[in-house]
């Protein structure tokens, strides 16, 4: 068992900082048009309580229903179409939790307003949803209320989501899968910036998706993880910014599971993240399930709940590859479940712990502690 270890306990101490790797996050989004500029094929209006939803010249919805609006202006586009067409809504209303707008391929969607979710429901409804489609993209949405879902799409290619603001009482922010049919992947996805607020559930969670490009996920006082990746691979993320994200839980800021990171039967490096913060909450970082491929260049964890840090049941994973800080709340733990092969591979490095703890049990497979600075902080590894 390959095993190195180099702690440096004292207050004050001064360590050379080895870089293993340099992550680059995805490319600068380009600065986002303001809501409802720019060319579009059909559009949904209010005006005093009525909506009317246009393609062109032609009314296709007048009424009170902003979903029915918003529904007909999507409908309204081209059938058939093979390039994207757009649809921009101009107004604020309220919608069930058990309805939906769903979008076919090659469909943009700009929401100028804010959708209400109001009621209950059940299933897969989401405001906005689309399943089994390609080249979808929201480019701005501001939900509240109580959705199941606020955007769920699932078996889906080539999604942008841009500006989305969710600000809930209940539900799940946006969830990607594919499990209409696991056996092909949801792909290329980019998320540009998501704020979640106040959700039951996660902020943003994957399953089964090959290709994801996030930006920042914001998750304040949501009920579990702000941002969850399951089975999902290829996945570049600049920044999980987490406050009270699972408190009372075992979820955490940032979690990987199920597998995540795996491909074929192993774990290349193929999961990439610029930063993870996590301030109160259930935990920090949490990788478990046969999940790994991952390198997280920067961590600020503090006071959390649970474990600031937990790595279970995981393989070639790199923790604060760049620089990191724990500060209070539980311990940073590698620990194992019987069920699943042992941790291998991994490599905690370039960290101050402070009011905290350290703890490795079991004993992994080839673990390197490296360059971390403890204060008030104390250790049991391997």
Same mark, same amino acid.
């Given at each position: 068992?390959?095993?190195?270890?180099?702690?440096?306990?004292?207050?004050?101490?001064?360590?050379?900082?080895?870089?293993?790797?340099?992550?680059?996050? #995805?490319?600068?989004?380009?600065?986002?048009?303001?809501?409802?500029?720019?060319?579009?094929?059909?559009?949904?209006?209010?005006?005093?309580?009525?909506?009317?939803?246009?393609?062109?010249?032609?009314?296709?919805?007048?009424?009170?229903?902003?979903?029915?609006?918003?529904?007909?202006?999507?409908? &309204?586009?081209?059938?058939?179409?093979?390039?994207?067409?757009?649809?921009?809504?101009?107004?604020?209303?309220?919608? *069930?939790?058990?309805?939906?707008?769903?979008?076919?391929?090659?469909?943009?969607?700009?929401?100028?307003?804010?959708?209400?979710?109001?009621?209950?429901?059940?299933?897969?409804?989401? #405001?906005?949803?689309?399943?089994?489609?390609?080249?979808?993209?929201?480019?701005?949405?501001?939900?509240?209320? &109580?959705?199941?879902?606020?955007?769920?799409?699932?078996?889906?290619?080539?999604?942008?989501?841009?500006?989305?603001?969710?600000?809930?009482?209940?539900?799940?922010?946006?969830?990607?899968?594919?499990?209409?049919?696991? *056996?092909?992947?949801?792909?290329?996805?980019?998320?540009?910036?998501?704020?979640?607020?106040?959700?039951?559930?996660?902020?943003?969670?994957?399953?089964?998706?090959?290709?994801?490009?996030?930006?920042?996920?914001?998750?304040?006082?949501?009920?579990?993880?702000?941002?969850?990746?399951?089975?999902?691979?290829?996945?570049?993320?600049?920044?999980?910014?987490?406050?009270?994200?699972?408190?009372?839980?075992?979820?955490?800021?940032?979690?990987?599971?199920?597998?995540?990171?795996?491909?074929? *039967?192993?774990?290349?490096?193929?999961?990439?993240?610029?930063?993870?913060?996590?301030?109160?909450?259930?935990?920090?970082?949490?990788?478990?399930?046969?999940?790994?491929?991952?390198?997280?260049?920067?961590?600020?964890?503090?006071?959390?709940?649970?474990?600031?840090?937990?790595?279970?049941?995981?393989?070639?994973?790199?923790?604060?590859?760049?620089?990191?800080?724990?500060?209070?709340?539980?311990?940073?733990?590698?620990?194992?479940?019987?069920?699943?092969?042992?941790?291998?591979?991994?490599?905690?490095?370039?960290?101050?712990?402070?009011? *905290?703890?350290?703890?490795?049990?079991?004993?992994?497979?080839?673990?390197?502690?490296?360059?971390?600075?403890?204060?008030?902080? &104390?250790?049991?590894?391997?």
């Amino acid at each position: 068992m390959a095993r190195r270890a180099s702690l440096l306990a004292a207050v004050g101490a001064t360590a050379l900082l080895t870089v293993v790797g340099t992550l680059t996050g #995805p490319a600068p989004q380009a600065a986002a048009a303001a809501c409802g500029e720019g060319s579009y094929q059909a559009e949904a209006v209010l005006s005093g309580s009525t909506w009317t939803a246009r393609r062109g010249s032609s009314t296709v919805y007048t009424g009170g229903d902003m979903r029915a609006a918003v529904q007909a202006a999507v409908n &309204s586009l081209t059938a058939g179409r093979t390039a994207k067409e757009r649809v921009v809504v101009r107004g604020s209303g309220a919608m *069930s939790a058990g309805s939906r707008v769903s979008l076919p391929s090659y469909t943009a969607l700009d929401v100028c307003g804010t959708i209400n979710v109001t009621g209950s429901g059940s299933g897969d409804q989401a #405001p906005v949803y689309s399943r089994g489609t390609r080249d979808v993209e929201v480019q701005h949405l501001n939900l509240t209320g &109580s959705p199941l879902y606020g955007i769920f799409l699932r078996n889906v290619q080539n999604v942008v989501l841009g500006q989305i603001d969710m600000r809930l009482s209940a539900g799940l922010g946006v969830r990607i899968d594919n499990r209409g049919d696991t *056996s092909q992947w949801t792909r290329n996805v980019r998320i540009d910036n998501v704020y979640v607020s106040g959700a039951s559930s996660h902020a943003v969670e994957t399953y089964g998706v090959d290709g994801i490009t996030i930006g920042t996920v914001t998750a304040r006082n949501v009920g579990e993880s702000g941002l969850l990746l399951n089975q999902t691979i290829n996945a570049t993320v600049t920044k999980v910014d987490a406050e009270n994200a699972g408190t009372g839980t075992g979820y955490a800021a940032f979690r990987m599971a199920n597998r995540n990171g795996r491909v074929g *039967s192993s774990y290349p490096t193929n999961i990439r993240v610029g930063e993870v913060i996590a301030r109160g909450g259930g935990r920090g970082v949490f990788c478990v399930s046969e999940s790994g491929g991952a390198v997280i260049d920067r961590v600020t964890l503090s006071n959390t709940g649970n474990n600031s840090v937990l790595i279970e049941n995981c393989y070639n994973v790199s923790l604060a590859a760049q620089s990191g800080t724990v500060t209070g709340g539980g311990e940073l733990r590698l620990a194992a479940r019987s069920e699943f092969p042992n941790n291998r591979d991994i490599t905690v490095q370039n960290l101050t712990v402070t009011n *905290s703890a350290i703890r490795e049990s079991p004993c992994g497979e080839n673990t390197t502690f490296r360059n971390i600075t403890r204060v008030n902080s &104390s250790q049991s590894i391997c």
